[in-house]
């Protein structure tokens, strides 16, 4: 992952079980003495529209994102708005949950920072988060809201401007956000000649192409349209990293263990469900422009 572009199950809120009685108490007639007892079954379906959960900040939901965190993912380094992918995303799993936009506070953590193992100042996190077994030893993850490949970003005359295979840019500088599932693709897909170098944040890696201090750098997709079309002056994409497992799937991260996994999660499989999750990739995610995978 790095920054900046532009997923469906439907679910029932399941009624606590405290419920049962007190409205039994309320009926007329009592029941017969012959009548069996009233009995609950539990599933596996977790409770979704609850008004409250067992939150960092009793009664809010405090999100962490990147500082900064790009567009299209969030317009203006400004999640608050509700501007951009994943903060659209975030507002509409929070109205899931049952809680307002006012109930939603923002705050802002470094990639490396939120996958690394221990207590967290924030209930969840999202910032092209790539849902891995390894992270999930230290983490855990919704369901995905969003799949995409990683892709090759470059400079117009560069040495790898116009290169169309995987073998061609063997040779090339390359250079990648550390901990990211970018780094991982570049060396196990691209398998460069040259050490990669390594950066604390996105915008470190954009920078050294900028400086030409790199020849090329590694995003996902959408973060590679916008950079071209917006970030860099004569940016040009090489082409997309094919994956033998789909794509990468983004999920939120919340801490390990945490009691709103289940929840979070059942509230993207509805919007996947009821077709919002697509609206929003339709709003804000562009998927117009065909990118060829690199063989």
Not at 103 to 116: E, G, K, L, N, P
Not at 171 to 195: E, M, R, Y
Not at 228 to 237: H, M, P, Q, Y
């Amino acid at each position: 992952m790095i920054r900046p572009r532009p997923l469906t199950r439907t679910l029932l809120a399941i009624a606590a079980v405290g419920l049962v009685l007190p409205l039994a108490a309320c009926t007329a007639t009592p029941a017969p003495e012959t009548s069996s007892p009233v009995t609950t079954t539990t599933t596996d379906t977790p409770t979704v529209a609850q008004p409250t959960l067992d939150t960092y900040t009793p009664g809010v939901l405090t999100v962490a994102t990147g500082d900064p965190a790009y567009s299209p993912w969030v317009e203006d380094n400004d999640p608050t708005t509700g501007q951009g992918f994943e903060s659209a995303v975030i507002y509409a799993v929070a109205q899931q949950l049952g809680y307002t936009n006012d109930q939603v506070v923002w705050v802002r953590t470094t990639f490396d920072a939120a996958i690394a193992p221990g207590p967290k100042a924030w209930d969840m996190n999202i910032q092209q988060f790539t849902i891995t077994d390894e992270r999930k030893q230290a983490v855990d993850f919704s369901t995905p809201y969003y799949t995409t490949n990683q892709a090759i970003v470059t400079y117009s005359g560069s040495p790898a401007d116009g290169v169309t295979t995987l073998a061609g840019l063997a040779g090339i500088k390359f250079g990648a956000q550390v901990g990211t599932t970018s780094l991982t693709a570049l060396n196990d897909i691209v398998k460069p000649t040259n050490q990669p170098k390594i950066f604390n944040s996105s915008d470190d890696v954009v920078h050294a192409l900028v400086n030409k201090q790199v020849e090329a750098i590694v995003v996902d997709l959408p973060t590679a349209l916008y950079l071209t079309s917006a970030e860099l002056d004569n940016g040009v994409i090489v082409g997309q990293l094919s994956s033998s497992s789909g794509g990468d799937d983004f999920g939120i991260l919340l801490p390990k263990g945490s009691s709103l996994t289940a929840p979070v999660s059942a509230a993207i499989d509805a919007l996947r469900a009821d077709g919002t999750l697509a609206q929003i990739q339709q709003k804000w995610l562009s998927d117009s422009i065909s990118v060829p995978v690199l063989q």
